[in-house]
């Protein structure tokens, strides 16, 4: 395909390998806290955090809330678990073990935090090539900003757009138009790329904006879902065919 004159690149799950191993690393986390949790089972916790977790991520508004506050939000996550846990009458741990175990989870997934295999070179293929590139991430300052140092992204983009620096993020219209903007570009001169097909295909296409589902845990697309991405890659070296 011909290159576009810019493309806007989310940043979580997008450029860096970041909740897809959520599953894994909350039960390693959990493994590692077993003699702390009582004898409730490993998979029954498991079970419990990833229902609380899908409820807290799945409502608009506290996923705009809590985005902001991740630390927090997996200290609720747990929290919450726990609390349906005992409901059902199973013996929990006290707070200040769930707290522990939500901190333990936070720090082995900052640790873990990875590049996609190709993205640096596919971004500095891009950029020889001439297109302008944007970084448009939602989330808090200094954690979405320490990614970008870590990771060697300030370099790679002509603009780069963290919702915590800016005030406003995906899907809000203005999120798009202010990244375009900046680049002098129009909607029909971009390109979207994410992984989340509400912020980064349904949005983005309502503007005219061509836009591209990043599948890069192979996952496909949900099952009915009325969603259709213009193009669905698996690997971000895709874009340069």
Same mark, same amino acid.
């Given at each position: 395909?011909?290159?576009?004159?810019?493309?806007?690149?989310?940043?979580? @799950?997008?450029?860096?390998?970041?909740?897809?191993?959520?599953?894994?690393?909350?039960?390693?986390?959990?493994?590692?806290? &077993?003699?702390?949790?009582?004898?409730?089972? #490993?998979?029954?916790? #498991?079970?419990?955090?990833?229902?609380?977790?899908?409820?807290?991520?799945? @409502?608009? *508004?506290?996923?705009?809330?809590?985005?902001?506050?991740?630390?927090? *939000?997996?200290?609720?996550?747990? &929290?919450?678990?726990?609390?349906? $846990?005992?409901?059902?009458?199973?013996?929990?741990?006290p707070e200040a073990i769930g707290d522990a175990l939500a901190d333990a989870y936070?720090?082995?997934?900052?640790?873990?935090?990875?590049?996609?295999? @190709?993205?640096?070179?596919?971004?500095?293929? $891009?950029?020889?090539?001439?297109?302008?590139?944007?970084?448009?991430?939602?989330?808090?300052?200094?954690?979405?900003?320490?990614?970008?140092?870590?990771?060697?992204?300030?370099?790679?983009?002509?603009?780069?757009?963290?919702?915590?620096?800016?005030?406003?993020?995906?899907?809000?219209?203005?999120?798009?138009?202010?990244? +375009?903007?900046?680049?002098?570009?129009?909607?029909?001169?971009?390109? +979207?790329?994410?992984?989340? $097909?509400?912020?980064?295909?349904? #949005?983005?296409?309502?503007?005219?904006?061509? #836009?591209?589902?990043?599948?890069?845990?192979?996952v496909g697309l949900p099952s009915g879902s009325p969603i259709r991405p213009d193009?669905?890659?698996?690997?971000?070296?895709?874009?340069?065919?």
């Open positions: 395909m011909k290159l576009p004159r810019a493309i806007l690149f989310d940043l979580d @799950d997008t450029i860096l390998v970041a909740f897809g191993p959520a599953q894994s690393q909350w039960q390693r986390t959990i493994a590692a806290f &077993a003699d702390r949790l009582g004898p409730i089972e #490993a998979s029954v916790i #498991a079970g419990a955090i990833q229902t609380a977790s899908t409820e807290l991520w799945a @409502d608009p *508004a506290g996923h705009k809330y809590w985005r902001h506050r991740t630390g927090a *939000a997996r200290r609720r996550i747990v &929290a919450t678990a726990f609390s349906a $846990l005992a409901a059902a009458g199973h013996p929990v741990p936070n720090a082995l997934h900052d640790q873990e935090l990875s590049l996609f295999p @190709d993205a640096h070179e596919t971004l500095d293929r $891009l950029k020889e090539s001439g297109v302008k590139l944007a970084l448009i991430t939602n989330g808090a300052a200094e954690p979405q900003r320490a990614k970008v140092v870590r990771f060697a992204l300030e370099h790679r983009f002509d603009h780069i757009q963290i919702e915590g620096e800016h005030g406003f993020g995906k899907p809000e219209e203005r999120a798009y138009k202010n990244a +375009m903007e900046v680049l002098g570009v129009g909607p029909r001169e971009t390109w +979207m790329v994410g992984d989340n $097909l509400e912020w980064e295909i349904v #949005a983005p296409q309502r503007l005219g904006i061509y #836009a591209i589902w990043h599948d890069g845990y192979g193009r669905i890659i698996r690997r971000l070296s895709e874009l340069l065919l």
